[in-house]
Structure formats: C-alpha cells, structure tokens
Nanobody, 125 residues
Framework: QVQLAESGGGLVQAGDSLTLSCAFS????????LAWFRQAAGKEREFLASCNWSGTTMLYGDSAKGRFTISKDNARNTGYLHLNSLKPEDTAIYYC??????????????????WGQGTQVAVSS
C-alpha cells in the first residue's frame, strides 16, 4: 500500500523560503511520477509542479514558475518542493501526489493515484 507523508510546512513571513518534503513508502518510488498541488481556503485545488520518474523532466503551473522547484530523490524515497520568495497568497495546504501509470508529467490531478494528507503553509505579510 503506497503511502505519502508531507512535512516542512509552517508559518513564515513574506519573502521567506521553505522546503516541503514528501516521504514515500509501500512501493518502488523510482517507478512513480511526482506532483505537487495546493488548496487555499475556499478555492479549488491548484497544480504547482510535476516531474517524471527520474526527476529530469519538470512541468510548472503559472503560480510556481520562477519561484518553486520540484525535485525527486529516488535513493531517499522522497520528493521535494522548494518554495522561494513566498507571498501571503501562497497560504494553502500543500499536497504531494504520485502515479505509476504513465511516465509523462501531467498537471491533471485526476491522473494521480496516491495522495498525502497535506502540510499547511501560512505566509504573513
């Protein structure tokens, strides 16, 4: 049974940086593509970033381009999302998701089979 556990969220000030981690268990992490999404209160879930199984091909959503970086460490069974230059509008619950049905990166949440419980990021002005 694949399980994902996010960590690294917290309360930070505008302009700060954070690194979110996504710990994977219950399968072979190198087989899975990884994605990060977020959901702010009262808003729909938003795609942030995706990478392929090896972490060599990335796709970013508009909110993440230039500020967030996705990475995948297959040896450590862990995925990451590095958040830079945080803004108050980045306040949300951040989720990682994985899928092994396709090697291509994707922004569609429906394509990801397994999801973590999320980690809260709050950015004060």
């Amino acid at each position: 049974q694949v399980q994902l556990a996010e960590s690294g969220g917290g309360l930070v000030q505008a302009g700060d940086s954070l690194t979110l981690s996504c710990a994977f268990s219950g399968g072979s992490f190198p087989k899975y593509r990884l994605a990060w999404f977020r959901q702010a209160a009262g808003k729909e879930r938003e795609f942030l970033a995706s990478c392929n199984w090896s972490g060599t091909t990335m796709l970013y959503g508009d909110s993440a381009k230039g500020r967030f970086t996705i990475s995948k460490d297959n040896a450590r069974n862990t995925g990451y999302l590095h958040l830079n230059s945080l803004k108050p509008e980045d306040t949300a619950i951040y989720y990682c998701a994985v899928d092994d049905s396709n090697f291509l990166v994707s922004r569609r949440d429906s394509e990801y089979m397994y999801w973590g419980q999320g980690t809260q990021v709050a950015v004060s002005s």
